[in-house]
Nanobody
């Protein structure tokens, strides 16, 4: 059973940067598509970015396009989310998700989830 662990969150000023990591417990993760989602108490969980198993295809929510970059390390069961030019509205708990088959922006289709990491952007 693959377990995911998201880390790298923290408190940052508006305009700053953070890099989140999603580390899996098994190497099979390296052949799975991965997504990042975020959630606040006021909103449902929303899609942020996804990456194909090969890393060649990436997809972003319009709200983060041009500021965030998702990538993966082909040698490790790890996916990253580089977040630049952070805004207060990016404040949320960020979750990574993976699935052996599904690649997309629909959260319920992902079967494996990390525990979340808090990102807080101050104005």
């Amino acid at each position: 059973h693959v377990q995911l662990q998201a880390s790298g969150g923290g408190l940052v000023q508006s305009g700053g940067s953070l890099t989140l990591s999603c580390i899996a417990s098994e190497d099979t993760f390296k052949s799975w598509p991965v997504g990042w989602f975020r959630q606040t108490p006021e909103k449902e969980r929303e899609f942020v970015a996804s990456i194909s198993w090969s890393g060649r295809s990436t997809y972003y929510a319009d709200s983060v396009k041009g500021r965030f970059a998702i990538s993966r390390d082909s040698a490790k069961p790890t996916v990253y989310l580089q977040m630049n030019s952070l805004k207060p509205e990016d404040t949320a708990i960020y979750y990574c998700a993976a699935d052996p088959v599904y690649e997309g922006d629909y959260a319920p289709h992902y079967n494996y989830w990390g525990q979340g990491t808090q990102v807080t952007v101050s104005s």
